[in-house]
């Protein structure tokens, strides 16, 4: 009421030179204005020459130069017919400047004082000022630090403008010293103070933080105490008060909750109201709540969210479930009734894309299972959300659905995306004495140019060896969603250009395949597969006696055509750092007539995630593959073999060390081995010392592990992120031992012949997988528990472009 009459108490005593009389203005005259344009002023001046003018109008006319803020003090005065208006303008803030400030950083500071009007420019107010103060203080305050101090400086300067020196004292945050909850009978003081969010000083408080009252977050463990009560049948629960006590020096909180727990209620019947839509059978199989169930609140609101989803699935999007609770006191029971309010059923309008910068609309379109037209069904537009979120492409999947403006039973489906690296780059240059300049590199890219296709390509060019690898996959090859992949490859190694040979062997290789994928439900898919390979084996100045004696029976040059059916399964949540579902394969691979050799491998790979919070998760992952020959083909081709050890297999190991060995290599002069101790250069100047046994491999391959995924503390987006902790256990055997023959009379497999679980490696270790815009990039530190003979172990290793 004082803010309205003191402009018109001014405004009186400003014209009391022309109250005698009314008269009509032949012409307005304004003094004073400085930055204020005149168009502002006469804008905001609701009189006009010509106007006949008189005690109230010229008050109304003060008042309305008042509100525009821009005057401190208004004079009207009269000169015959002329209206004469002397101003004062308020000064402008020429700058802002801050100190002291830590918790709360500058810009955030200058955004809020933007907001309440102090902004460099604008028109300075001293109420506003002290507004802001008092606000700024509040922020700390809510912040936990009571002894904030804050003192805001004016400075005036020439030309009518003012300076602001803000210095802040933010103090310190009070830590919390005890947590007291009083009127409890029912649970135990510490079950209910370890519901809190916020903690007494405790050990971790340093890194998490938790012994700083905020006044939020007691408002949200005080949220959840109530829910722990309601949950477990004490609907009448009330927390009566809550104090916080500060210590004198303001650096220890206090907190003490008062309850009144009341009694515990159960369930006497549960019924059902409105227009269901759905058949009622339907409805009463989704009610969680039953008859003399102790009644909880979270039990109750989860049975209406079934019910609604279930409205939503047949289009009633705008469906409005409440469960009701009726407390019967006299014997502590409740009647909950679930009202039913269907509205009207919803058409989808459009489907509309943000954020796809990058990738093609028509690749997020062809992943829809809600159509265009079609009723609104929840399962469908999130179907569609979740297949989006499995193509790997995209860090962040989003969807709203609003209503369109006008209508009443139509909705606009809006999917949201952000993007991210879907595929890996590695480059490699080297230079080795005997093979001279190495150069390397691959480009796998699982989103080609925004297609959806995927495309890798390999080059490795050294003085010695050549390889190259095409590989191409259209997901969408019908719109069926049958996909067509095709790929192609060409390995060659010359060993005639090394100064010295120490290969074991060498396999050049020549092949192209094709695959077909057919979908057989949302989640599953068959997958058939035909490759035409040649094979050409060479011996190297080390070549061990298994090698030797596959060549002796089978021969150095092989054609294979090679068939697979394969079936895959997923449910990820997620094509990249998956945290919930789970995936699994089961491929057969087998040589078809016509080819050279006669063999077969059946593999199996799954993963099974399985929430333990609502941030971490077990991973439980294995592979299995068992391989053999048939028909004339005695036992897998030694170049086929399994191989366990390194990333996606056996962490802490080297890669392919785990398994079978060989026999000890003889070195061969010109071909012929020399089994002579010690013996000395042969006639090619070649030395002919032995060779340790080396990994050989094997036809049946058994590996898995379980790793704990958990948020990496201080980092607050972990989209692109993974930690865990990890067991690793596998090895490779050999299930028969190679046969002997004439020239590999000293062969002695080590580890053949024996199927034993008891001579399973493991180990267990840390591993961080971070996506990068090369790749995901890969660490691991791990320490083997269990180690075989023989065995290579590497504690730290990395890799990029590939994922754990």
């Not at 009186?12 to 004073?32: C, K, P, Q, W, Y």
């Not at 093979?435 to 003085?463: C, P």
């Amino acid at each position: 009421m004082k803010r309205l009459l003191l402009p018109a108490v001014l405004a009186a005593l400003m014209i009391a030179e022309v109250h005698a009389e009314s008269f009509t203005i032949s012409d307005i005259r304004v003094n004073g204005l400085q930055r204020v344009s005149a168009g502002s002023l006469f804008g905001a001046l609701p009189l006009n020459v010509g106007d006949a003018v008189d005690d109230s109008r010229l008050v109304d006319a003060t008042r309305g130069l008042f509100k525009t803020g821009f005057f401190q003090d208004i004079q009207i005065g009269r000169d015959g017919n002329v209206l004469v208006i002397t101003v004062v303008e308020r000064p402008s803030i020429s700058g802002i400047e801050i100190e002291g400030n830590k918790a709360i950083s500058t810009d955030d500071l200058k955004k809020g004082l933007t907001q309440s009007g102090l902004a460099e420019g604008e028109i300075f107010q001293r109420a506003t000022l002290e507004g802001v103060r008092n606000e700024l203080l509040r922020q700390y305050v809510a912040q936990g630090r009571y002894s904030a101090e804050i003192d805001a400086e004016v400075v005036p300067q020439p030309r009518n403008r003012v300076a602001l020196k803000i210095k802040i004292n933010e103090g310190t945050v009070a830590a919390i010293q005890h947590i007291n909850v009083v009127g409890n009978t029912v649970f135990p003081e510490q079950d209910l103070v370890d519901l809190f969010e916020l903690k007494t000083t405790n050990w971790l408080s340093f890194f998490k933080n938790d012994d700083k009252y905020a006044r939020e977050k007691l408002s949200g463990d005080l949220e959840r105490l109530r829910s722990y009560y309601l949950d477990r049948g004490y609907i009448n629960m009330d927390i009566s008060s809550t104090q916080v006590s500060i210590t004198p020096d303001k650096k220890h909180v206090y907190i003490t909750v008062n309850v009144n727990e009341g009694e515990k209620y159960t369930v006497r019947e549960v019924k059902l109201s409105g227009d269901l839509k759905v058949p009622e059978d339907e409805v009463k199989r989704l009610l969680l709540v039953k008859e003399g169930q102790v009644f909880s609140r979270k039990i109750m609101t989860t049975t209406s969210d079934l019910i609604t989803r279930r409205l939503g699935n047949e289009g009633y999007t705008f469906a409005n479930v409440n469960g009701v609770p009726e407390p019967h006191d006299d014997d502590h029971t409740v009647s909950i009734t679930f009202a039913v309010d269907p509205g009207k059923r919803a058409y989808v309008n459009r489907i509309n894309f943000r954020g796809n910068t990058k990738t093609e609309d028509e690749v997020l379109r062809r992943e829809m299972r809600q159509m265009e037209g079609g009723w609104a069904s929840t399962y469908l537009i999130d179907q569609s959300k979740v297949r989006l979120e499995r193509l790997g492409y995209f860090k962040e999947v989003n969807v709203e659905t609003p209503q369109v403006p006008g209508t009443d039973d139509q909705v606009d489906v809006n999917y949201s995306v952000e993007e991210q690296a879907s595929g890996s780059i590695t480059a490699s240059i080297g230079f080795a004495q005997n093979a001279g300049l190495i150069l390397g590199g691959s480009i796998s890219q699982n989103n080609f140019l925004g297609t959806g296709n995927k495309v890798s390509i390999g080059l490795t060019r050294s003085e010695y060896q050549t390889r190259y690898n095409f590989g191409f996959v259209d997901p969408y090859w019908t719109v069926d969603g049958v996909s067509l992949g095709y790929n192609a490859f060409y390995r060659t190694t010359d060993y005639d250009d090394l100064d010295v040979d120490v290969s074991s062997y060498s396999v050049d290789s020549l092949g192209a395949g094709v695959t077909i994928g057919y979908p057989i439900s949302e989640t599953a898919r068959l997958t058939y597969g035909l490759t035409v390979q040649q094979d050409k084996l060479d011996t190297g100045y080390y070549t061990v006696d298994e090698i030797l004696a596959f060549m002796d029976t089978e021969g150095k040059s092989f054609l294979n055509f090679k068939g697979s059916i394969g079936w895959s399964e997923s449910t990820l949540n997620k094509g990249v750092l998956a945290t919930r579902g789970h995936s699994q394969s089961l491929t057969l691979e087998a040589t078809l007539p016509g080819s050279d050799l006669s063999f077969f491998k059946l593999d199996y790979r799954g993963q099974l995630f399985v929430p333990v919070t609502e941030k971490t998760a077990l991973r439980f992952h294995t592979e299995l593959g068992f391989g053999d020959g048939y028909g004339s083909t005695s036992g897998l081709p030694f170049y086929e073999n399994y191989y366990a050890g390194g990333f996606n297999s056996v962490r802490g190991f080297e890669d392919s060390t785990l398994g079978p060995r060989s026999t000890p290599s003889v070195a061969r002069v010109n071909g012929v081995a020399d089994y002579t101790e010690g013996a000395g250069p042969g006639d090619d100047g070649r030395y002919t010392d032995d060779q340790d046994a080396v990994a050989f491999g094997g036809n049946v391959l058994i590996q898995g592990g379980l790793e704990y995924l958990f948020p990496l503390p201080f980092v607050k987006d972990q989209s692109q992120l993974r930690t865990v902790l990890f067991w690793d256990v596998g090895n490779v055997f050999l299930s028969d031992c190679p046969a002997k023959t004439a020239s590999t009379q000293y062969m002695n497999t080590q580890g053949c012949g024996d199927i034993n679980l008891n001579n399973l490696a493991s180990s267990v270790g840390l591993g961080v997988t971070w996506v990068t815009a090369l790749g995901p990039l890969s660490f691991s530190l791990a320490a083997p528990i269990k180690k075989p003979d023989n065995a290579d172990m590497q504690v730290f290793q990395f890799s990029l472009g590939q994922t754990f």
